[in-house]
């Protein structure tokens, strides 16, 4: 079994940022360290975080991992250029679009969320219909730093809008303080971040907070917004704990696709201050269950227009994709080749256990 942490391994600058969960190290156990890009512990996050812990995906091979979270992409992945981390969770539009024209050293190595997941949302019952819409309005969004907004600019910038000039993003926070922003002081028109944290949004009062997004044919064709990214000499020298690392989170994807009440109680386990209070089991299970699969839904592979069978993948179609949206926002070079910015060369490894095998556990799988 394993337990929480604080503290392991982070210079005295990153603490005061950062919060961290690891199993205890043992003296023949591998060790590897993952950032996840997220201003909390939800749900969004378990498949990275407590699943592989408590279900002991990576103790079972010998993986030492120390988990920690940072606000935004950027932050994540300036703990990995800094050597802080080895592994950062975060939007490919800065943790290697936004690096590796620098000249710095990021390679994406598994593609996590899959689907489009980063669109702009208003209340249901807003006025602002279109992306076009919001025109002059000010868009939440949790830290100015997060990969959400190239996306989002790039999807206005589509609908003819400039996204320097004809929006303002705004810092709102996440959760309670986020729907406040939006509902209550009306800070902001709009939000700009994602999956899970509408879904936690939505969960503080669903009988008031219901958002609508706002759609548009060119986000359905981005599939490399998040991804597994890490520096190339963590790809050499710890290329063994990368492929467990990642096979942990593939395995416990499986597991919460499967049985997702069993993974929010696991992340209940994890991080207790996650489960809701103030409403009853039943009512705190369903909350969580749907913010998990809010996320879930966006990782699955087999889904895709043209679905995969393997997990973390990263076709050359979808970083092609991705950077023709960036590049008409000025946030990509002309010259940036897809090339450089990923690797499959882990995947088949990563792949390599059965598949069915954990959604028979999943199926059977009761938490204590």
Do not use: C
Not at 96 to 123: R, S
Not at 173 to 194: E, I, N, R
Not at 286 to 299: D, F, G, I, S
Request: aromatic share 6%.
């Amino acid at each position: 079994m394993t337990r929480n942490l604080r503290g392991l391994r982070l210079a005295a600058a990153a603490v005061l940022a950062l919060g961290v969960s690891s199993v205890p190290a043992l003296a023949e156990n591998q060790e590897i360290s993952v950032v996840v890009s997220s201003a909390s512990w939800g749900q969004g996050t378990s498949t990275l975080t407590s699943l592989p812990q408590q279900l002991g995906f990576w103790e079972e091979e010998g993986l030492d991992v120390e988990v920690m979270k940072a606000k935004g992409s950027a932050l994540g992945t300036q703990l990995v250029l800094g050597k802080s981390a080895d592994v950062v969770h975060a939007g490919t539009s800065v943790g290697v679009i936004g690096t590796v024209p620098k000249g710095l050293d990021m390679v994406a190595f598994y593609n996590m969320i899959i689907h489009n997941f980063q669109m702009p949302a208003v209340p249901a019952d807003s006025p602002i219909q279109t992306l076009a819409d919001l025109k002059g309005k000010k868009i939440g969004v949790i830290g100015l730093g997060t990969a959400t907004i190239p996306i989002v600019k790039s999807v206005l910038a589509d609908e003819g809008l400039d996204p320097e000039r004809d929006v303002t993003f705004v810092e709102v926070g996440y959760g309670a303080q986020a729907a406040a922003a939006l509902w209550v002081t009306k800070q902001v028109d709009a939000l700009a971040m994602y999956d899970s944290v509408y879904a936690a949004i939505e969960n503080v009062d669903p009988e008031t907070y219901k958002l609508r997004i706002l759609n548009s044919p060119i986000a359905a064709k981005v599939s490399f917004q998040t991804a597994l990214i890490t520096r190339s000499d963590v790809l050499r020298d710890k290329r063994e704990e990368l492929i467990k690392l990642a096979r942990g989170n593939a395995k416990a994807t499986i597991f919460a696709l499967t049985n997702p009440e069993a993974a929010v109680r696991l992340h209940w386990k994890e991080h207790p201050e996650m489960k809701p209070t103030g409403v009853d089991e039943a009512e705190a299970l369903q909350k969580e269950v749907n913010a998990l699969m809010a996320r879930l839904t966006n990782m699955r592979i087999d889904t895709m227009a043209v679905p995969r069978d393997k997990w973390g993948y990263i076709g050359e179609v979808d970083v092609e994709s991705y950077l023709a949206m960036l590049r008409k926002i000025g946030q990509a070079p002309e010259d940036l080749q897809a090339s450089v910015l990923y690797t499959n060369e882990l995947i088949d490894e990563i792949n390599d256990f059965d598949a069915e095998a954990i959604r028979q556990f999943a199926l059977n799988y009761k938490v204590e």
